[in-house]
T-cell receptor, first 115, second 113 residues
């Protein structure tokens, strides 16, 4: 068990460019979550997958954001036409189940800076 | 709507002193409560959680928290802190049946020698 991994760890992009982040959950974890954390704030929920199905999306996830989880394994989060307000830490988490006894394990995050 | 409030953005304490990090939640339905720690350049790690039963919950690294339903609080405590406890601490809540965690704003714990 190597934990949740995220790539890249850091990304600097110019406003208007598209970026894509990858999350590899703990193997056999069928639930995968994306959160966004801005400076000085706690993480905010973005979206959630059960296997390959995206079951919930936050209103924070504008039309410029899209997330996928093909084959129920790794997940990608793409941001199109980035804006400076997209600068944040993007966190991925995975869990074995959905009940409260199933801990969400977090990855180290991808820090996005939009210049 | 569910919300979580951490009353202190920063808490400085001396090494070996006790510490309490405060957390209040608001919810009209049953909630589960969590404390996470985030060390620099690392992901969030679960310290402890309250699901049901005993209101005093013990976690890792000597931390404990007490669930107080009447005061809607879930404060985190440690009787004697170490330099290695320097980190950001997040309180989080989850509605019964919901998937997402709702986090507070975080409290930065700084340990002075």
């Amino acid at each position: 068990d190597t934990g949740v991994s995220q790539n890249p760890r850091h990304k600097i992009t110019k406003r208007g460019q598209n970026v894509t982040f990858r999350c590899d959950p703990i193997s056999e974890h069928n639930r995968l979550y994306w959160y966004r954390q801005t400076l000085g704030q706690g993480p905010e929920f973005l979206t959630y997958f059960q296997n390959e199905a995206q079951l919930e999306k936050s209103r924070l996830l504008s039309d410029r954001f899209s997330a996928e989880r093909p084959k129920g394994s790794f997940s990608t989060l793409e941001i199109q036409r980035t804006e400076q307000g997209d600068s944040a830490m993007y966190l991925c988490a995975s869990s074995h189940g959905t009940g409260p006894r199933y801990e969400q394990y977090f990855g180290p995050g991808t820090r996005l800076t939009v210049t | 709507a569910q919300s979580v409030t951490q009353l202190d953005s920063q808490v400085p304490v001396f090494e070996e002193a006790p510490v309490e990090l405060r957390c209040n939640y608001s919810s009209s339905v049953s909630v589960y409560l969590f404390w996470y720690v985030q060390y620099p350049n690392q992901g969030l790690q679960l310290l402890l959680k309250y699901l049901s039963g005993s209101t005093l919950v013990k976690g890792i690294n000597g931390f404990e928290a007490e669930f107080n339903k009447s005061q809607t609080s879930f404060h985190l405590r440690k009787p004697s802190v170490h330099i290695s406890d320097t980190a950001e601490y997040f309180c989080a809540a989850k509605h019964q049946g919901a998937q997402k965690l709702v986090f507070g704003q975080g409290t930065r714990l700084t340990i002075n020698p």
